[in-house]
Nanobody, 129 residues
Framework: EVRLVESGGDSVQAGGSLKLACVLS????????MGWFRQSPGKEREGVAV??????????HYGDSVEGRFTISQDTAKNTVYLQMDNLTPDDTAMYYC????????????????????WGQGTQVTVSS
């Protein structure tokens, strides 16, 4: 069974930092597109950051609203993708979901929710002003 398990969500003040983690299990880790989407009440799901899993370097993709503040990375030995979030603002408040497309690596235009067949349960990030 494929599972995505997120951790690291918390409440922080504006300007603070958090690091999320997502562990992939039940499938070979490499060769997929994996990362993060988020959703806050009343808003559509928004792509945050994704990368291609495995040891072959690939382009990382970021949403416009987080470019320069968030960094996605991975530890292939731990089957884990991370999201380092710096300089957080109240607009970053949302449920953050780990996502995976197990059929292909990331590609240009990959930040569309329907491209991802597997979603984690989500981890809440709350940023106060």
């Amino acid at each position: 069974e494929v599972r995505l398990v997120e951790s690291g969500g918390d409440s922080v003040q504006a300007g603070g930092s958090l690091k999320l983690a997502c562990v992939l299990s039940g499938v070979y880790y490499s060769g997929h597109c994996m990362g993060w989407f988020r959703q806050s009440p009343g808003k559509e799901r928004e792509g945050v950051a994704v990368l291609s899993t495995g040891d072959v370097p690939g382009r990382k993709h970021y949403g416009d609203s987080v470019e320069g503040r968030f960094t996605i990375s991975q530890d292939t030995a731990k089957n884990t993708v991370y999201l380092q979030m710096d300089n957080l603002t109240p607009d970053d408040t949302a449920m953050y979901y780990c996502v995976a497309n197990l059929f292909q690596r990331c590609f240009v235009g990959t930040m569309v929710p329907d491209n991802y067949h597997y979603w984690g349960q989500g981890t809440q990030v709350t940023v106060s002003s």
